[in-house]
């Protein structure tokens, strides 16, 4: 959830994760739409510090979330689970990935960006092929 912060796909994940923690009680929903919101705020504002701020939000949300499968029992905790797993797949942003005009990126748990024709990537796992190389200036040879 904290790679998806501020991205394009947080608000459709913002709503579902919270609908989830919710599970049909109103209330509860805004207060999870609310710190949801802190969550993103937090991480667009701390600049050089955002690693760590990425870090802390992630292990306030993973106990959040155990914390909201430890209070359900048996197969209600099964069905959650597996709940949050379609959502998380449906909605889930890959790393905080983006790529500028004419780039592509590709990343795990970093944000990476490209531009101007570049391929940037934590991790590549086969080839990547953009094209032949420009030709030499007139005045290389």
Known sequence: MVSAAGTDAWGALR???A???GRGDTHR???ELARLDRTAAALEAVGEQAEAE???QRAAWQAHVEGALASLA???QLAAAGELRRILAEHGHPGGVSAGP???AAGGD???RAEGGSVAAGSIQGGVHLGPPSPPAPDQG
Do not use: D, K, M, P
């Open 15 to 17: 709503g579902a994760v």
């Open 102 to 104: 004419g780039g592509v």
């Open 19 to 21: 609908s989830w923690l």
């Open 74 to 76: 048996g197969r209600e």
């Open 29 to 31: 929903e805004r207060a």
């Open 54 to 56: 990425r870090a802390r």
């Open 110 to 112: 970093v944000t990476v």
